[in-house]
């Protein structure tokens, strides 16, 4: 998988927005599915969203459905998540990996960033 760096977390409030980055300097990005997962404090890490190679097909977890958007600009070999009408909940280190595969569990998933922390205040 290739490497990935996120960028774009910050401190919002309860129905602000965000734009989350996620690019990497890798020569094959445009092959990969692209996934977003987040870790809140004291929980396991969980799936948000993910975008196949073409931008064609979105998955999204129901907690984030309707309020958040995938996409990406293999051009710029950057992926993005849109995260609008933010709730606190929605409170965690957001990280996003690399697959050639098929799935969307977190197994599946490789070069793995550092993630950026997106805090929501209520």
């Known amino acids: 998988q290739v490497q990935m760096a996120e960028s774009g977390g910050g401190l919002v409030q309860a129905g602000g927005s965000l734009r989350l980055s996620c690019t990497t300097t890798?020569?094959?990005?445009?092959?990969?599915?692209i996934g977003w997962f987040r870790q809140a404090p004291g929980k396991e890490r969980e799936f948000v969203a993910a975008?196949?190679?073409?931008?064609?097909?979105?998955y999204y977890d129901d907690s984030v459905k309707g309020r958040f958007t995938i996409s990406r600009d293999n051009a710029k070999n950057t992926a993005y998540l849109q995260m609008n009408v933010l709730k606190p909940e929605d409170t965690a280190v957001y990280y996003c990996?690399?697959?050639?595969?098929?799935?969307?569990?977190?197994?599946?998933?490789?070069?793995w960033g550092q993630g950026t922390q997106v805090t929501v205040s209520s």
């Open positions: 990996a690399s697959t050639l595969g098929a799935g969307t569990g977190e197994p599946d998933f490789g070069g």
């Open positions: 975008i196949g190679w073409s931008g064609g097909e979105t």
């Open positions: 890798g020569r094959t990005f445009s092959s990969y599915t």
